[in-house]
């Protein structure tokens, strides 16, 4: 059976099975993907997706079965990608970085017909398993594992159905079951259909000028949204050669850009901070890099400078795995003028600016809850439809992020709307008092997190990084915090610590911050930072504005 709709019909009009076979047909020898330095052709991507496709669908896989996997970022892993396009499953890429607690409640979750293992990671799929009730079927990815054994079914692929149960492909068929990084609580697998990431992947084409001689190094990891649908997958509809890299090097990155030619690349703000403090950075051959995107938090106004110093097109964007991810994006000639904000939608985004309490639309130039509409919203949350109906409100996704939109247009995205806290009546934003505290040169990375006071309500507790070789202490970032910001704002008290706990992708686990306040002696009142910083440092009434 063909594992796309033929010709005229409209209901698999954007399914993605057919990317590879249109590529290998237009240029067969190009290279799709390097995977530290073993490439695999277009021609090969093609036969060797289109031939586990057709394998899986003999054995009675059917249109919406789940794949689920445990691997770093591979060639295999893309060629699964593809199979499952073309055979109408859903690929669930699962975090190596897990615990095989927090493994197994993804795997009972997503209830997969089959998890297939990098080799070096069996031991931990093989333990999460043993806290499943219902263990599913394994097997191990590439040519020497489930390639191996399709045609025709073997015990590796054990019959689920009759073949004649499948059919054809559609657009709104799932495509991709993305966990979400849970910094909020436990993750949800956010389902994602072909027709969600044909429309962000053309949005994406729209204002990056991403073409087959172009060169994408992918950093992100497989099991996250941006490790597919922010370049890789666009790269390989275009024609164009994806790197592709297990981890991130700071050293082996910078090397890579001169090595390959990297033109294009994505990464989050703590990556792009790493290269720039990487001893070779001042002398690392950029010149081929004419792009690079930054996603996944905030990015500090000065990192963006430096890359600008530095010849490179950097600039901000902005998106969520529910929205496909891509939402808003800054052309390159917008990229110095402004800093700090992620831009306007992209082509085929719909975005509105909302009351938080009341839902209301607001016009012009405000803040509020940032809303998102249009085709690459996703299909809602895999079984649980509470959660579903609490994120789409009508035809609009609510992020909970809360956003600042210029006359012009431009958005700002402030902070999560659930960790911005209210001290005295007033709304503070963990990210401005990030901010504040990262322009102070010994800080290296900083977080805020708002905790209940006797007086104020809540107040602000910082933590910090602080870089090598460099020395400060409360006393000192607490003044600094007091001569850039509102007195509100400023925390009651500052910790030193020797890392930030972070999600997969670098994000801030404030929850994990807030459980560590939790269990210790309760905060010290706001109070105490007014008697202690000097009195230039104060308004007249006290502070709260």
């Not at 007091?482 to 670098?506: C, D, M, S, Y």
Request: aromatic share 6%; with cysteine; net charge negative.
């Amino acid at each position: 059976m063909s594992s796309t709709t033929g010709p005229g019909r409209a209901d698999g009009l954007h399914t993605l099975g057919r990317w590879t076979t249109d590529r290998s047909l237009a240029t067969p020898h190009r290279i799709a993907v390097d995977d530290r330095g073993c490439t695999l052709s277009y021609g090969d991507l093609e036969r060797r997706a289109a031939g586990l496709a057709a394998g899986l669908r003999a054995a009675g896989y059917v249109t919406g079965d789940r794949i689920a996997t445990l691997t770093g970022n591979s060639s295999d892993h893309v060629v699964l990608f593809f199979a499952c396009a073309k055979a109408g499953l859903v690929l669930v890429p699962l975090s190596w970085r897990l615990s095989r607690r927090e493994l197994a409640a993804q795997l009972e979750l997503a209830d997969p017909q089959l998890l297939l293992v990098e080799n070096e990671l069996d031991s931990l799929a093989a333990g999460a398993c043993t806290l499943l009730a219902h263990r599913p079927r394994t097997a191990a990815l590439g040519p020497g594992g489930i390639e191996k054994y399709v045609p025709p079914p073997s015990r590796m692929l054990p019959a689920l159905r009759g073949p004649d149960a499948a059919r054809e492909v559609r657009d709104d068929d799932p495509l991709l079951m993305i966990f979400t990084s849970g910094t909020e609580g436990t993750s949800k697998a956010a389902v994602l259909t072909h027709a969600n990431c044909f429309w962000t992947n053309l949005s994406l084409s729209r204002t990056l000028d991403l073409g087959s001689t172009d060169v994408v190094l992918a950093v992100l990891p497989q099991f996250h949204v941006g490790g597919w649908n922010i370049q890789p997958l666009l790269a390989w509809w275009t024609g164009a050669t994806v790197v592709l890299e297990r981890g991130f090097e700071p050293g082996r990155v910078l090397q890579l850009i001169a090595e390959r030619g990297v033109t294009m690349l994505m990464g989050v703000p703590t990556q792009y901070l790493m290269l720039a403090e990487h001893p070779d950075f001042a002398a690392a051959q950029l010149g081929s890099l004419r792009h690079a995107v930054v996603g996944g938090a905030p990015m500090p106004a000065p990192l963006l400078r430096i890359w600008h110093r530095r010849g490179v097109a950097l600039s901000q964007g902005y998106g969520l795995t529910e929205a496909s991810p891509n939402v808003l994006c800054l052309a390159n000639e917008d990229a110095a003028r402004m800093v700090g904000y992620s831009g306007k939608p992209y082509p085929h985004v719909a975005v509105a600016v909302a009351d938080p309490v009341t839902g209301e639309i607001l016009d012009g130039a405000t803040s509020g809850e940032l809303l998102v509409g249009g085709p690459g919203v996703f299909a809602g949350y895999f079984r649980d439809p509470a959660a579903t109906a609490a994120v789409l409100a009508g035809d609009w996704l609510r992020t909970g992020d809360l956003v600042e939109r210029d006359a012009e247009g431009y958005i700002r995205v402030v902070d999560r709307l659930k960790d911005i806290f209210i001290s005295g009546g007033e709304n503070v934003a963990p990210a401005e008092v990030e901010a504040a505290l990262l322009a102070h040169p010994a800080v290296a990375q900083a977080a805020v997190v708002g905790v209940e006071d006797d007086r104020w309500g809540e107040t602000g507790v910082g933590f910090v990084v602080i870089r090598p070789g460099m020395a400060t202490d409360e006393q000192e970032l607490l003044e600094h915090c007091a001569a850039q910001l509102a007195h509100f704002k400023v925390p009651a008290r500052i910790e030193t610590v020797g890392a930030l706990p972070r999600t997969a992708l670098n994000k801030v686990l404030r929850t994990r911050l807030r459980q560590e306040l939790d269990g210790r002696t309760p905060a010290r009142r706001q109070e105490h930072s007014t008697a202690d910083l000097p009195p230039a440092a104060l308004p007249a009434d006290g502070g709260r504005r």
